[in-house]
């Protein structure tokens, strides 16, 4: 059961992805409230200039969820363990890739979805990212605490 205390986080954020693959997160159903803020925030903009802001919102959309998924993932291989490892990182950044194109063939059976390689690639570049970032964290809270422990 200890496994399943650090996986239960990536099975709830898949299921929240492959959620948001589906017919309720087209782009027709997301202008329906996207475009509303945008106009707020945009009164004077042209109706191109928002419908492409939406775009960019849906995919900001993609890079938050898979940027989170690859912590979790981290997480979930670390198992407790402190620290980053590169194989760590590789094995998250690898699982990403493999959702993303999992999450890509789902929307292609989806009515008003589509099918992108390029929403692969975002989604593990995010993944990427993440680990990155991860590893950045590592190294400065290592060294910090080396810093500190020499004073």
């Known amino acids: 059961m200890r496994w399943l205390a650090r996986q239960w986080p990536v099975l709830v954020w898949a299921a929240v992805i492959w959620t948001m693959s589906t017919h309720w997160f087209t ?3 997301t202008s329906s409230f996207i475009l509303p803020v945008l106009r707020l925030f945009f ?5 191109a200039f ?7 919102v849906r995919k900001c959309g ?6 989170i998924f690859s912590l979790l993932l981290l997480r979930a291989i670390r198992n407790g363990r402190p620290g980053w490892r590169i194989t760590w990182a ?8 493999a ?10 059976f989806v009515p008003g979805r589509g099918s992108e390689f390029s929403d692969v690639l975002l989604d593990t ?20 605490g080396a810093a500190s422990r020499q004073t």
């Open 50 to 56: 928002l419908h492409r802001a939406h775009d960019f």
């Open 90 to 97: 590789l094995g998250a950044i690898l699982i990403v890739f």
């Open 43 to 47: 009164p004077h903009a042209s109706i």
């Open 99 to 108: 959702y993303a194109c999992t999450d890509e063939i789902h929307q292609y």
């Open 125 to 144: 570049a995010a993944g990427t990212v993440a680990q990155i970032l991860a590893w950045l964290w590592t190294a400065a809270k290592r060294t910090t």
């Open 27 to 29: 782009g027709k159903h």
């Open 62 to 67: 993609h890079v938050s969820e898979y940027f």
